[in-house]
């Protein structure tokens, strides 16, 4: 008998948010590879920071994208290289402006905290300006 571990950890089903079903299209093996990793970089990142988030935006199709308030047109998750993580404390942003190195380390940017009121952008590609933290 399999013996299911308890897992704290981000699935791949979180970050598409069921917008793999109606927009399968959409979803090229290229998006589908970036998932895996934006995913998988979060993970790394929550265990070190020993915090559990929901996702709060994941993948956006370019549809879904669009009807976004205040969302970028170019926005990096249509492309699966980018999340949105709850952080209504601020304790996730908080850790990440305190361990930059671990930003660096594990291959994440974010936006600013000053920017993400509710939340925590994170991306695995870093922005036009390449700084670990920029602004929108
Ligand atoms: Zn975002």
């Known amino acids: 008998m399999k013996v299911r571990k308890r897992t704290t950890a981000l699935k791949l089903a979180d970050y598409y948010m069921g917008r793999d079903r109606e927009y399968r299209r959409e979803l090229t093996p290229e998006l589908r590879a970036n998932a895996r990793e934006t995913v998988r970089r979060i993970n790394r990142l929550l265990k070190r920071a020993g915090l559990l988030r929901q996702v709060s935006s994941g993948w956006r199709p370019a549809a879904i ?32 402006l305190a361990h ?37």
């Open 65 to 96: 994208n669009a009807a976004v308030p205040g969302a970028a047109k170019g926005s990096k998750h249509i492309s699966c290289l980018a999340i949105d993580l709850e952080d209504r404390d601020g304790a996730l942003d908080a850790w990440c």
């Open 100 to 136: 930059l190195d671990v930003l660096e380390d594990i291959g994440l940017w974010l936006e600013h905290p000053a920017a993400t009121p509710d939340w925590c952008h994170l991306q695995t590609q870093p922005p036009r300006s390449g700084k670990r933290v920029f602004e929108p």
